[in-house]
């Protein structure tokens, strides 16, 4: 090991770079190895993550003081590496910069390593598999969606050197699409310096590390502090200047939720308030279950829940609906023996899918004596309970009792995409195609992985509608469903298709000769008006709807269900893992593949209450209709009006 030299006089040391006292002195002198700095923006706190590893070079432990920092992009790397840059040379003269494609590390005298890394899905954890890391740092760690990458590497932070210090740390801002499972990670733990241990013993601590702490950059670049306090975003600007981490950036939420005014804490609720409950059913994914009740003012309050949270976000507990019934029934024992009901109570339309022989969902909550009403989800009627939300919120009609925390750790908080402030990043829990699934555009068939990076007009639940951020998520497991006319789509298990039955089915759950329901939109030609733009399925039947439209108004888009033109299911099969694409369709939220079947993403269970509630918009729901094949079932079918005023 090279001898150091020390200074023979104090006038001859020469200081660098020193921590400022706060944020930055906590973080770097913190034993405990699972740290999170965390804070706004400008606070210094790359600096502090090199730091922390520069700190043990020099100290003996050599070659086996291996570190690296990670970043989702190679383009985030420019400005770790720029500071790198500044603060190494003149700590370690005798360090050595290698670079090469998609390898940059620092190299220094006595045999460390500090490596910069990029990791964007959990299959780039093979190239570091079996190595002995024992610095693990991740900067921005809000722009990884889940925390499946910093999870798996875990099993790399290790040293087989006894007395080598490890380290597992990471820096990030509120806001990015991995703001959620942060959040939970760290920040709710409680005030920073709280110290969280789990089963396993393994403890955890977030610190603030504050722009207000950084004198230098209200020194040297002071603007840099107006353009923060500048910023005309006001959940933004909360985000980046004052790193609050409770923010509503984008979706339809934004401006709109307020935690001072909407969430509340509870009270006795009188027993003359009308009461109900909603459901967004789930096994893999955690199943949402909502009590509400109604003031005379007409106020709506969800003042219970009931969650099926795996552990971690966006992970279910896989626990059978029998058992969630029953405990359903065992948390409304003493309303029931208080003379309350619950009436009228909207659940996930896919617990009443066809399962074969199987008794449904549906069926199996009935047994319990938990009865639901099936919530209209066909294409559009997402944007309905959006919009009731946005509503309620807005004329303060709609709180939430501070005790439904999955409520309000999940949805105040949904992110927006990066490229569209209006559109929520659906990076957060997507249901994707590998890139060649062909889908429906105004230019035709197209792949989907060739519209990554491009916008335009793809077919959806009421026509042609602007599609955004089509992009690459992840590397996923997924399935390969066939239908009756030789068409294949290769997609994630938990990917929702519309079915015939007007409900939503996850292609894990499809059956052999399950019905989906297909995309018709007319074409500029009297000819083409009649003819679905999807393949034609059965001649006799379209033979009756190019009779029965002649009475509709050619230019209504529709969608085509059961007799007219079905779509079956053939099979449904394991098709390993691939890369696989997504993107946003605004307002409907749906759109169409080239064999014309259309698909969706999810939904939850506070739409359906406030849609099944509302005193001035509801999804109309039917248990009776027209008969099947009729032309007022095929208006009803085609009928792009869902919405209807009551009484």
């Known amino acids: 090991m090279a001898e150091a030299t020390l200074p023979s006089t104090e006038s001859e040391l020469k200081i660098v770079w020193t921590p400022y006292p706060g944020g930055q002195t906590k973080f770097l002198t913190c034993p405990i190895k699972e740290i999170f700095a965390e804070g706004n923006r400008g606070g210094g706190k790359t600096d502090t993550l090199l730091m922390k590893y520069l700190r043990y070079v020099g100290l003996g432990f050599g070659a086996a003081w291996t570190g690296v920092i990670f970043r989702r992009e190679y383009k985030h790397l420019d400005d770790i590496i720029k500071k790198s840059k500044r603060w190494i040379p003149q700590l370690f003269p005798g360090a050595r910069w290698l670079a090469s494609k998609g390898d940059y590390k620092w190299v220094f005298p006595d045999g460390e390593e500090l490596l910069f890394r990029v990791m964007k899905d959990v299959d780039a954890y093979w190239s570091f598999h079996g190595h002995e890391l024992p610095f693990i740092g991740w900067e921005e760690l809000t722009n990884w969606p889940t925390d499946e990458c910093y999870e798996v590497m875990k099993s790399c932070s290790r040293c087989s050197i006894p007395g080598v210090p490890k380290f597992y740390v990471s820096t990030g801002n509120p806001f990015g699409a991995g703001h959620n499972w942060v959040k939970e990670r760290f920040i709710d733990l409680g005030p920073e310096g709280t110290v969280a241990q789990d089963e396993q013993g393994n403890v955890r601590v977030r610190i603030n590390v504050s722009l207000?702490?950084?004198?230098?950059?209200?020194?040297?670049?002071?603007?840099?502090?107006?353009?923060?306090?500048?910023?005309?975003?006001?959940?933004?600007?909360?985000?980046?200047?004052?790193?609050?981490?409770?923010?509503?950036?984008?979706?339809?939420?934004?401006?709109?939720?307020?935690?001072?005014?909407?969430?509340v804490s509870p009270f006795k609720i009188p027993v003359d308030w009308p009461r109900?409950?909603?459901?967004?059913?789930?096994?893999?994914?955690?199943?949402?279950?909502?009590?509400?009740?109604?003031?005379?003012?007409?106020?709506?309050?969800?003042?219970?829940?009931?969650?099926?949270?795996?552990?971690?976000?966006?992970?279910?507990?896989?626990?059978?609906?029998?058992?969630?019934?029953?405990?359903?029934?065992?948390?409304?024992?003493?309303?029931?023996k208080a003379g309350i009901r619950f009436l009228k109570n909207p659940a996930d339309s896919a617990m009443w899918a066809d399962v074969g022989n199987e008794l449904s969902i549906y069926d199996l909550f009935k047994n319990q004596k938990v009865r639901w009403i099936k919530s209209k989800k066909g294409p559009g009627s997402r944007i309905i309970g959006a919009q009731?939300?946005?509503?309620?919120?807005?004329?303060?009609?709609?709180?939430?009792?501070?005790?439904?925390?999955?409520?309000?750790?999940?949805?105040?908080?949904?992110?927006?995409?990066?490229?569209?402030?209006?559109?929520?990043?659906?990076?957060?829990?997507?249901?994707?195609?590998?890139?060649?699934?062909?889908?429906m555009t105004s230019n035709g068939m197209v792949a989907i992985k060739e519209l990554v990076g491009k916008s335009g007009l793809i077919a959806s639940a009421d026509g042609y509608r602007k599609f955004l951020n089509c992009r690459k998520t992840r590397y996923a497991n997924v399935v390969k469903v066939t239908f009756e006319d030789g068409s294949e789509v290769v997609c994630t298990p938990d990917h929702k298709f519309v079915g015939g039955e007007n409900c939503w089915i996850e292609a894990k759950d499809l059956k052999e000769q399950s019905t989906l329901m297909l995309f018709q939109i007319p074409s500029k030609s009297f000819w083409g008006k009649c003819i679905p733009s999807a393949r034609l399925k059965n001649n006799v039947f379209n033979t009756v709807r190019i009779i029965l439209r002649l009475k509709r108004n050619k230019s209504v888009p529709c969608i085509a269900q059961e007799t007219v033109r079905p779509l079956r299911v053939v099979s449904v099969e394991p098709a390993g893992k691939a890369n696989v694409y997504c993107m946003s369709v605004p307002v409907t939220h749906a759109f169409a593949l080239s064999n014309g079947v259309l698909v969706s993403n999810c939904w939850d269970e506070t739409m359906y209450s406030l849609r099944s509630r509302h005193k001035v918009l509801s999804v109309e729901h039917k248990e009776e209709g027209p008969k099947v094949g009729t032309f007022g079932w095929l208006e009803q079918v085609t009928s792009n009006k869902v919405i209807r005023d009551i009484d």
Not at 228 to 255: H, S, T
């Open 212 to 263: 207000d702490d950084n004198p230098a950059i209200f020194e040297n670049d002071p603007e840099y502090v107006k353009q923060l306090e500048g910023i005309k975003n006001p959940e933004l600007k909360k985000a980046w200047r004052y790193g609050d981490w409770d923010i509503v950036v984008g979706g339809f939420l934004q401006g709109i939720w307020d935690n001072k005014i909407h969430k």
């Open 388 to 439: 009731l939300i946005i509503n309620a919120l807005t004329e303060n009609k709609f709180f939430v009792f501070d005790t439904c925390t999955h409520w309000l750790r999940t949805v105040p908080v949904l992110m927006p995409n990066s490229s569209n402030w209006e559109d929520v990043d659906t990076e957060m829990e997507d249901h994707c195609f590998v890139g060649d699934t062909e889908v």
């Open 276 to 336: 109900w409950r909603a459901m967004d059913w789930g096994s893999a994914k955690p199943y949402s279950i909502g009590w509400y009740c109604m003031s005379p003012e007409g106020e709506i309050y969800r003042y219970r829940e009931l969650y099926g949270y795996g552990g971690k976000p966006n992970t279910g507990t896989r626990e059978n609906a029998t058992a969630v019934a029953k405990a359903i029934f065992k948390i409304e024992a003493k309303e029931r």
